[in-house]
C-alpha cells in the first residue's frame, strides 16, 4: 500500500528511486574516560582524526571546482576553516587533556557547547554557523569510528532520507546516483536545501517522521515542488510523476533555446533581463544564461567568513573580474551590506547590534565609518576602467544619505585623478528601495540618482514587520501583500515620470506569473538569480503587456491571497 508524508518543498522537480536511509548523522557518543598513559595517544587520534577530515575535504574540493557552483564550493572553504581553526580543535585536547574524555566525548561536549552559543545569538547569520559546527563534528566522529557511511553501488538511482545532510556530502552523494533528498529537519535556507536548489535536485525538509516511516530499499516518489513523499507508489502514481517528469525535462530544453532571444515581449516591449550574482563565477554562469547584465552584486561576500577586510586591492581584482565576465555589459556594484558581528574584519570594537535588521548596517556603517567604506568607493571607481559599472547604495532611508554617499564618491573620484588614476566619466549611481520610507519619498531621491532600484526581499520584511529568517512567521510574509505592491507600483510610477531606470532585484521577480504582474504595472527592468532568466524570459516573451495592464493594477486592490491568486492566473491565460 501506498504511504505519503508531506514538508516543505524546498528544492522543485521529480524524483523517483530507492530508500537510502542515513541514519545518525551524529554517531551516538559514550561517554568515557581514557586509561592513564594513554593521553599522548588520544590526541594524536583526534588530531589525526581532524587532519583525515580536511584531506578528504581538500581532495573532493579539487574534484569538483568548475564543477559546481561556486556558491556551494564556499561551504567547503568554511568547513575546512572550521576545522583548521584553533578554536575548534584546542578546547577538545583541553578537555581530553584535563579531564581524561574520550576523543568522542570531548568532541560531542565542545560541539554541544559551541551549537548552545550559537543558538543564543540574535543574528541569523551566525545561528547557521551551528550547522556548520555540528556537520564538521559529525565528520570527524565518523572518521574516528572508523564507520564512514556506506557508499551505493554506482548507477543505483536513490533518494537519500536523513536528518540533515552537509554540503560536501549532498555533492558526493549526487555523484553517486542520489536522484532527491528528503530531511526530517531543516528549511528552506538549511546548508542542504540551498546546495540541493543550486544542483537541481529534488529535496523536501521539515518531514519528520521520514526515518520511521521510510524503510531502506522502498521505492519512493519526491516531489521537491509540493514537498509530498509517495512511498511504495502503486503503478498509476508511478505513471503519473513520470510524466511530469519527462515534461519537466522537456521544458528545460525548451528554455535553453531562449538563451540568445532578446527579451521582448509580443507587443515589443523591450525588457532589461539581469542578474543578481554574489561571485564572479556567478557572473559566468548568468553570461551563459544570456543576463544582459548584472543588476545586484552582493558585495558582502568578500567581507565574510575572514578576519580582516577586503583592501581595495584585492576588491579591485574581483570588480574587474566581473566586468570582463560581463563583456562590456552593465556591472552594478552594491556596496557592502554588513553589520558588526556579520564580518569579523569589522573593528572588533564596534558594538553587534542588538538588532541587525535595524541597526548600523548598509549604507549607515559606510557613512559613519568612512575609512572603513573608502576603499571600496575607491577600488569600485578603478574597476569603471574595465567595463560600465553602476554604484547601487542599499538600505537608504532619507535623502541627506544619498547626498552624503555621492559627496564622497565625488571627492574620491577627484583625488583618483588627481593621483593619475584612470576613471570613467559616467558612474551612474543609484539606491536601493527596500525599507519602506524611501518607498514612499522615492520621488525625493530622483533629482540625486541616476537610476531607483527596489529590493523587496527586505521590503517586504520591513513593510510587514516579518523577520525574512525566522520560521515561525514565514506565513505572514507575503510579497503580493497590497501594501508591498503599491510601494513597488508607486517607485515604478515615480521611475516613469522621472525618465529614469526602476530595477527590480528581489527574488519576487522569479516568479513568471509575479513577472507578469509586475510588467503590467510597469516595470521594464528585472534582475533575477541565475537559475530563474531563463524562465523569467520565456513569461516576457509571451507577455502581452498592452492586454494586461489594467489586469495587473487590480491587484493592488486583492485584499484576499486567493483573490490574488485567481488574479495571476488569469494574467497567465491572456494568451
Ligand atoms: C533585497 O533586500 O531585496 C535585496 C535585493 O537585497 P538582499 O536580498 O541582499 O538583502
Ligand atoms: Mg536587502
Redesign the pocket.
Known amino acids: 500500500m501506498s504511504l505519503m508524508l508531506n514538508g516543505t518543498g524546498v528544492s522543485r522537480g521529480i524524483a523517483i528511486g530507492r530508500v537510502r536511509l542515513l541514519h545518525e548523522i551524529q554517531p551516538r557518543v559514550v561517554a568515557s574516560h581514557i586509561r592513564p598513559g594513554e593521553l599522548n595517544q588520544e590526541i594524536k587520534r583526534v588530531t589525526s582524526a581532524m587532519h583525515a577530515v580536511i584531506t578528504e575535504l581538500r581532495e573532493l574540493e579539487s574534484k569538483l571546482k568548475n564543477k559546481v557552483p561556486a556558491e556551494i564550493m564556499a561551504f567547503f572553504d568554511s568547513h575546512l576553516l572550521m576545522l583548521e581553526d584553533q578554536t575548534l580543535s584546542q578546547p577538545v585536547i583541553e578537555l581530553i587533556r584535563k579531564n581524561q574524555y574520550v576523543s568522542e566525548w570531548a568532541l560531542a561536549v565542545h560541539r554541544d557547547n559551541l551549537v548552545a552559543m550559537f543558538a543564543n545569538i540574535e543574528d541569523p547569520y551566525l545561528r547557521q554557523r551551528a550547522e556548520d559546527v555540528e556537520n564538521v563534528i559529525a565528520k570527524v566522529l565518523h572518521e574516528l569510528s572508523g564507520n564512514k557511511q556506506s557508499k551505493a553501488k554506482p548507477d543505483d538511482e536513490y533518494v537519500v532520507v536523513t536528518q540533515n545532510l552537509a554540503p560536501a556530502d549532498v555533492i558526493e552523494h549526487q555523484h553517486d546516483g542520489m536522484r532527491g533528498l528528503v530531511c526530517t529537519h531543516g528549511g528552506k535556507m538549511s546548508h542542504a536545501a540551498i546546495v540541493a536548489r543550486s544542483l537541481r535536485i529534488p529535496a523536501i525538509t521539515g518531514a519528520h517522521p521520514a526515518l520511521d516511516l521510510l524503510h531502506e530499499g522502498d521505492e519512493v516518489i519526491v516531489d521537491g515542488a509540493t514537498g509530498m513523499v509517495v512511498a511504495s507508489p502503486d503503478a498509476r502514481s508511478l505513471e503519473h510523476y513520470r510524466r511530469v517528469q519527462r515534461s519537466e525535462r522537456k521544458r528545460t530544453r525548451e528554455l535553453k533555446a531562449l538563451r540568445d532571444k532578446p527579451a521582448r515581449t509580443r507587443d515589443n516591449v523591450q525588457i532589461e533581463l539581469l542578474a543578481?550574482v554574489d561571485t564572479p563565477a556567478d557572473a559566468t554562469e548568468a553570461r551563459r544564461l544570456g543576463a544582459e547584465g548584472i543588476g545586484?552584486f552582493?558585495s558582502?561576500a568578500l567581507y565574510l567568513n575572514r578576519d580582516d577586510l577586503p583592501d581595495e586591492r584585492e576588491q579591485l581584482g574581483i570588480y574587474r573580474r566581473l566586468l570582463r565576465s560581463m563583456h562590456g555589459r552593465p556591472v552594478t556594484l552594491?556596496t557592502m551590506?554588513i553589520w558588526p558581528g556579520m564580518s569579523h574584519g569589522l573593528p572588533q570594537h564596534l558594538p553587534v547590534p542588538e538588532h541587525p535588521a535595524l541597526g548600523l548596517r548598509g549604507i549607515r556603517l559606510c557613512l559613519t565609518h568612512p575609512e572603513i567604506f573608502e576603499p571600496q568607493l575607491r577600488a569600485m571607481l578603478r574597476a569603471s576602467t574595465t567595463g560600465p559599472i553602476r554604484i547601487l547604495l542599499?538600505m537608504i532611508s532619507n535623502v541627506t544619505e544619498v547626498l552624503a554617499a555621492r559627496t564622497m564618491i565625488e571627492r574620491i573620484r577627484r583625488e583618483l585623478i588627481d593621483s593619475k588614476r584612470d576613471v570613467a566619466p559616467d558612474i551612474q549611481v543609484g539606491v536601493?528601495i527596500?525599507v519602506p520610507a524611501a518607498a514612499l519619498i522615492s520621488r525625493m531621491f530622483v533629482p540625486h540618482v541616476d537610476f531607483l532600484?527596489?529590493?523587496?526581499?527586505?521590503?517586504?520584511?520591513y513593510t510587514l514587520a516579518v523577520d525574512?529568517e525566522d520560521d515561525e512567521v514565514q506565513y505572514l510574509y507575503d510579497p503580493l501583500h497590497p501594501a508591498v505592491l503599491q510601494l513597488i507600483s508607486d517607485v515604478i510610477a515615480t521611475g516613469k515620470r522621472a525618465d529614469k531606470p526602476v530595477i527590480l532585484?528581489?527574488?519576487?521577480a522569479s516568479d513568471p506569473r509575479v513577472c507578469r504582474l509586475l510588467l503590467g504595472l510597469g516595470l521594464r527592468h528585472l534582475?533575477v538569480h541565475p537559475s530563474s532568466l531563463l524562465e523569467v524570459k520565456d513569461a516576457i516573451l509571451r507577455t502581452d503587456i498592452s492586454k494586461i495592464a489594467s489586469r495587473a493594477r487590480k491587484a493592488l486592490g486583492c485584499e484576499s491571497r486567493g483573490r490574488m491568486e485567481r488574479l495571476l492566473d488569469r494574467l497567465i491565460d491572456h494568451d
Open positions: 543578481n545586484l552582493r558582502e552594491r551590506d542599499p536601493l527596500e532600484a527596489i529590493g523587496t526581499n527586505d521590503l517586504v520584511q525574512r532585484c528581489g527574488e519576487l534582475s
